[in-house]
């Protein structure tokens, strides 16, 4: 009889617990930029740390579509994607962001046009703050580890 409680207990916690880290997984774009700029420079670094990697869902209307270079300072090469810019959009806060997405592949951005509503997966690869905005960057496509260690130079 007295290991019913206990077992309550844990499921109760359980529970709990799935709950929250569920919530947590569950940060949409909107809410990454309102954290991101209620946050001190200490704690961005500790959320961009947190998300880099991470799957999120994003949409906006097309702005722009353009070739655009990295550099690997490791490799001294410079490798080639395609991003598309979107309209600045705000939050329930107020607070400015836009999201721009990666590609590396050019037959995916061809037939993107200006106005256009587009929503796509991809993976976090930057949160900055660009003083009027906060820009969010996601890579479209399977993020590879040569792809992690260039996009955190």
Same mark, same amino acid.
């Given at each position: 009889?007295?290991?019913?409680?206990?077992?309550?207990?844990? $499921? $109760?916690?359980? +529970?709990?617990?799935? !709950?929250? +880290?569920?919530? @947590? /997984?569950?940060?949409?774009?909107?809410?990454? @930029?309102?954290?991101?700029?209620? @946050?001190?420079?200490? /704690?961005?670094? &500790?959320?961009?740390?947190?998300?880099l990697g991470k799957a999120m869902q994003a949409?906006?209307?097309? +702005? =722009?579509?353009?070739?655009?270079?990295?550099?690997?300072?490791?490799?001294?090469?410079?490798?080639?994607?395609? %991003? *598309?810019?979107?309209?600045? /959009?705000?939050?329930?806060?107020?607070?400015?962001?836009?999201? !721009?997405?990666?590609? #590396?592949?050019?037959?995916?951005?061809?037939?993107?046009?200006?106005?256009?509503? $587009?929503? %796509?997966?991809?993976?976090? $690869?930057?949160? *900055?703050?660009? %003083? +009027?905005?906060? @820009?969010?960057?996601?890579? *479209?496509?399977?993020?590879? &580890?040569?792809? #992690?260690?260039?996009? =955190?130079?």
């Amino acid at each position: 009889m007295k290991a019913a409680p206990k077992y309550i207990f844990f $499921i $109760i916690a359980f +529970l709990a617990s799935f !709950i929250c +880290l569920s919530y @947590a /997984q569950n940060l949409s774009i909107p809410d990454l @930029a309102d954290k991101f700029q209620a @946050a001190t420079d200490l /704690q961005r670094q &500790e959320i961009v740390n947190g998300w880099l990697g991470k799957a999120m869902q994003a949409n906006g209307k097309v +702005l =722009n579509v353009e070739e655009y270079n990295f550099f690997d300072e490791k490799n001294d090469k410079s490798e080639k994607y395609y %991003r *598309v810019t979107t309209e600045t /959009q705000k939050t329930a806060d107020n607070t400015p962001y836009q999201v !721009i997405f990666l590609y #590396k592949n050019l037959d995916k951005v061809q037939g993107l046009s200006k106005g256009q509503l $587009i929503e %796509r997966d991809g993976s976090v $690869i930057g949160v *900055v703050d660009e %003083r +009027l905005q906060i @820009a969010v960057w996601l890579y *479209v496509g399977d993020l590879t &580890e040569k792809e #992690k260690n260039l996009f =955190n130079n």
